[in-house]
């Protein structure tokens, strides 16, 4: 007989990135935008100029991404951790139309179906962080969390000294442009992990072409040396990275993917740990009528 993993051991995935090493929780992307760094044209002045085509891939995520859409989207979520015996995968359900206690239901631990005590476990752990989401935004002044199975918020980023990086020669790959953000990470997250946020450098990612325009299809958070963020002891490595795939009609952005790698010594101890969430069977669902754009608009008046 397989032998179950312990129900209580993982967690949302997106507020899962570092619980044993004092954890980058809810991404908060402040600050203004400034690119000193990116040339005033293309090399070939063949596309738009690199600034204008980060600014509105960035104005595109932050109005076609999952959850800020007024779309719904019905998702399976798999969250493989850890290596060998101290692995695990879970396969969720994923229902944005409902309340974000019920938007997460436990399909399937190892291969099989979870039993009623370990839906029941989940569900608890689930309550638990909704409870520290919302205590957090609170305590941070934001609007309370909605419990969102991704915690991206696409406020406004930091592209202060961006810097478009140089195409890769072994590639030919001629849709994609990578840009650099030097403040991006350290800007996103404020609270407890802002002290290890700002050891962070950060890469997005950016479908030059497209029917709804440029937008962003991946994002990466990495250190470049060891640090010390506060009393959890030293990380050596941090690497996640994110993929996103468009749905262009009706123009929604959605994850497709996210991979965190965890090198760290704590308390005497070393811990090294690694996740891969996918995210596969994407059906969306149009907005209620009092959700879309118009109906918000006359709600309020």
Same mark, same amino acid.
């Given at each position: $007989?397989?032998?179950?993993? %312990?129900? +209580?051991?993982?967690?949302?995935?997106?507020?899962?990135?570092?619980?044993?090493?004092?954890?980058?929780?809810?991404?908060?992307?402040?600050?203004?935008?400034?690119?000193?760094?990116?040339?005033?044209?293309?090399?070939?002045?063949?596309?738009?100029?690199?600034?204008?085509?980060?600014?509105?891939?960035?104005?595109?995520?932050?109005?076609?991404?999952?959850?800020?859409?007024p779309?719904?989207?019905?998702?399976?979520?798999?969250?493989?951790?850890? !290596?060998?015996? =101290? #692995?695990?995968?879970?396969?969720?359900?994923?229902?944005t139309?409902?309340? &974000?206690e !019920? +938007?997460?239901?436990?399909?399937?631990? %190892?291969?099989?179906?979870?039993?009623?005590?370990?839906?029941?476990?989940?569900?608890? /752990?689930?309550?638990?962080?909704?409870?520290?989401?919302?205590?957090?935004?609170? =305590?941070?002044?934001?609007?309370?969390?909605?419990?969102?199975?991704?915690?991206?918020?696409?406020? %406004?980023?930091?592209?202060?000294?961006?810097?478009?990086? &140089?195409?890769?020669?072994? #590639?030919?790959?001629?849709?994609?442009?990578?840009? #650099?953000? &030097?403040?991006?990470?350290?800007?996103?997250?404020?609270?407890?992990?802002? =002290?290890?946020?700002?050891?962070? #450098?950060?890469?997005?990612?950016?479908?030059?072409?497209?029917?709804?325009g &440029?937008?962003?299809?991946?994002?990466?958070?990495? %250190?470049?040396?060891?640090?010390?963020?506060?009393?959890?002891?030293?990380?050596?490595?941090? /690497? $996640? =990275?994110?993929?996103?795939?468009?749905?262009?009609?009706?123009?929604?952005?959605?994850?497709?993917?996210?991979?965190?790698?965890?090198?760290?010594?704590?308390?005497?101890?070393?811990i090294?740990?690694t996740?891969?969430?996918?995210?596969?069977?994407?059906?969306?669902?149009?907005?209620?009528?009092?959700?879309?754009?118009?109906?918000?608009?006359?709600?309020?008046?």
């Open positions: $007989m397989t032998r179950r993993a %312990n129900p +209580r051991r993982a967690g949302v995935p997106a507020a899962a990135w570092l619980v044993a090493a004092g954890a980058l929780a809810a991404w908060l992307i402040v600050s203004a935008a400034s690119a000193d760094e990116i040339p005033a044209t293309s090399p070939d002045h063949s596309e738009p100029h690199p600034l204008e085509m980060l600014e509105q891939a960035i104005e595109n995520a932050r109005t076609m991404m999952i959850g800020q859409s779309h719904k989207v019905v998702f399976r979520q798999t969250v493989a951790s850890g !290596d060998g015996a =101290d #692995s695990e995968v879970r396969v969720l359900h994923v229902d139309r409902k309340a &974000p !019920d +938007r997460l239901e436990l399909v399937a631990i %190892n291969g099989q179906a979870a039993s009623d005590l370990e839906r029941a476990a989940y569900r608890k /752990e689930r309550q638990e962080q909704l409870a520290a989401q919302r205590a957090a935004a609170a =305590d941070d002044g934001r609007e309370e969390e909605d419990g969102a199975s991704v915690q991206i918020l696409f406020g %406004n980023f930091d592209i202060t000294g961006a810097s478009l990086l &140089p195409p890769d020669p072994r #590639s030919d790959d001629d849709e994609h442009r990578i840009f #650099s953000l &030097p403040h991006g990470a350290g800007a996103m997250v404020k609270g407890p992990a802002a =002290d290890m946020a700002e050891h962070m #450098s950060m890469h997005v990612r950016v479908k030059t072409r497209s029917n709804v &440029p937008y962003i299809d991946g994002i990466s958070v990495f %250190n470049e040396k060891s640090f010390k963020p506060g009393l959890i002891g030293k990380v050596d490595r941090f /690497e $996640m =990275d994110m993929r996103f795939a468009m749905i262009e009609d009706p123009g929604l952005l959605v994850p497709t993917e996210m991979n965190v790698s965890l090198k760290a010594r704590a308390l005497f101890k070393k090294e740990s996740q891969r969430v996918t995210y596969t069977d994407h059906e969306v669902h149009a907005a209620e009528p009092d959700q879309t754009p118009e109906g918000r608009g006359s709600t309020q008046q």
